[in-house]
């Protein structure tokens, strides 16, 4: 129902890339903990108390184990300590700890407790992909392996600037796939429709995009709910036109979107609506009560 049976057709795998982990992805060496405590006879610096960047310039606090470093983290963020907190999570990460790995990409990917520091943030990112390829798919590494596939995938395709991290449309095409395949990642199948869409990185196929943005809505992936709605909505290019499924879906987008971020969805499902005949939007709505009717019969929460 959710999807159409002329959609489904979509999903065939002629054309795609064999799926082959990708190749290293070049990188500069992380430091290690030994890296930064000063030799005998070697000056210290003094960094301000407590501030973001105070962990760069002092020695990292030797742990016994990686176990040992994220209870002292734990720690010392429950304490407000963000100095001590950076510094146990790098030592983790040292270790091969892939939950600190990840955490350590998304602070400075984000700026969260550290200074933003999108090469950092690439390097972290890349030791993941790098070790941790063969994840088994379905647990918990495997979510974190996924996502960092992705993150390299956004970094691959906008590059960074200053950096020798060049926009590469192959090598993003790569990571999303990899994501979307291997890991079933709903951001890595959503990135992926889209390069198939524009056809970068990729040949143009738009039978392709809807497969893999189908395959993403389908987990409650809300830009992917949106774009496949629209999608049905449009129809054409291998895509059958069904404006009654490309409602429900852009409502079923709206449902699940953030209002701050992702604005668009609301946008363009009020759009769409209003252009949509009075039978049509009746019909939507009511796939939606009886998908929603269906989850609570099965104990499941309705996927926004």
């Known amino acids: 129902m959710l999807g159409g049976q002329q959609v489904v057709l979509a ?12 190749r290293a992805i070049p990188g500069g060496a992380l430091p290690e903990p030994e890296d930064s405590v000063p030799g005998a006879g070697a000056a ?5 108390p407590d501030t973001p960047t105070a962990h760069t310039a002092l020695p990292l606090v030797p742990f016994t184990s990686a ?5 002292a983290w734990m720690r010392d963020s429950t304490a407000g300590n963000k100095v001590g907190a950076v510094r146990a999570l790098e030592y983790a990460a040292s270790q091969g700890h892939l939950t600190a790995q990840y955490k350590l990409g998304r602070m400075y990917a984000g700026g969260e407790g550290v200074p933003a520091n999108d090469l950092k943030a690439f390097e972290y990112f890349s030791k993941i992909a790098d070790e941790n390829a063969d994840a088994m798919p379905g647990t918990a590494d495997a979510r974190l392996v996924g996502s960092a596939f992705v993150a390299l995938g956004n970094y691959f395709s906008d590059g960074i600037k200053g950096s020798y991290v060049k926009p590469n449309p192959d090598r993003a095409f790569d990571m999303f ?49 949106a774009a496949f709605g629209e999608m049905l909505l449009r129809g054409g ?4 036109r069904q404006p009654v499924l490309g409602l429900m879906w852009l409502a079923m987008a ?31 709505l009511a796939l939606i009560e009886r998908q929603h009717l269906v989850n609570s019969r099965n104990g499941a929460a309705p996927q926004n």
């Open 237 to 240: 290019e291998g895509v059958p």
């Open 254 to 284: 709206r449902e699940g979107a953030d209002p701050a971020r992702e604005a668009w969805i609301i946008e363009r499902h009020d759009i769409a609506f209003a252009a949509a005949s009075a039978n049509d939007r009746s019909a939507a």
């Open 11 to 22: 999903q065939d795998f002629s054309g795609a890339k064999p799926l082959l982990p990708p």
């Open 177 to 225: 796939h990899y994501a979307a395949s291997y890991f079933g990642d709903p951001d890595g199948q959503y990135n992926l429709a889209r390069l198939y869409m524009t056809g970068q990185g990729a040949s143009r196929d738009p039978r392709q995009a809807a497969r893999w943005m189908k395959l993403a809505a389908e987990k409650g992936h809300a830009p992917a709910r």
């Open 67 to 71: 176990r040992d470093a994220l209870k």
């Open 44 to 48: 210290t610096v003094t960094p301000g």
